[in-house]
């Protein structure tokens, strides 16, 4: 009998447990569901003009990383600007789009080179590692311009640990190659390739480099099953979405600390022991 009960108990334990997980389960599908949702209706307000269109499968990962960057503080307020490499794309398509997140408008759609080091036409290696002239996945939060050897150019800091973070050491910024051009791929096939750079045509490097500069997200993707099972951007459940929003109260939002009173009782100078007290009322 005493064993039959153990043995009740340890099954009723169990039972509870799985409800709870499943409640809780539950909960964070349907946030993650309405934050979707959010990011669809975002992607089909975006006024392409007469740009290609990007992926939304692209964008969608993009944007959720660009919520968790803004959520810790890492970007700019001042500007709202979420610039997409698609390289899982060839180098003989404009697979560069830069939009304002405020208008809603795609600004920039144009050639983007990858590194020496990662591929032909199409990048398929990548690489965090210096001289490897590979390009580096994953995303990056834009900093200061310089005069360098290819002119006016943009440093990079990349923010996925083990994936991009060493991108400035290596020198990995934005500039204007003649490379990147519509008679390179008429002769080539291709664009040039740079040392792992996202390199945009010599023409466009300025207006680019001037919008994006100062704190903005610039995020590379190819479909690597590496990188997208473990860049902490991507799969941090996202806590943010911009104000004035039908779906901000969706998101699972910090736990409000509760209100306490602190009574120390001092003995001869000295604090000989605290009490907390809930305040309910």
Known sequence: MKKMIVCLMAYLIVACSYKVVSADEGVSKVNEARLENYIADLYKQIDFGHFAPLSFQVFDKAYHGYLNLRSAGSLSKDKEILSICDFSLSSAESRLWIIDLIKKKVLFNTYVAHGQGSGEDMATSFSNTEN???????????????????????????????????????????????????????????????????AVPAALSLPIINTIKDGTCLFIYYPDNKYMSNSYWLNKQATYLPENNVYADALPQEPAKPRVRRIEYIHNGVVDSVKIIPITE
């Open 132 to 198: 490897s002239h590979k390009s580096s996945l994953g995303f990056y939060v834009t900093g200061d311009t310089y005069d360098g050897e290819h002119g006016t150019s943009l440093r990079l800091v990349g923010m996925d640990q083990g994936f991009n973070d060493a991108a400035f050491d290596r020198g990995i910024v934005v500039h204007g190659a003649p490379y990147v051009c519509d008679k390179y791929v008429c002769t080539k096939g291709r664009l040039g390739r740079s040392w792992g750079c996202p």
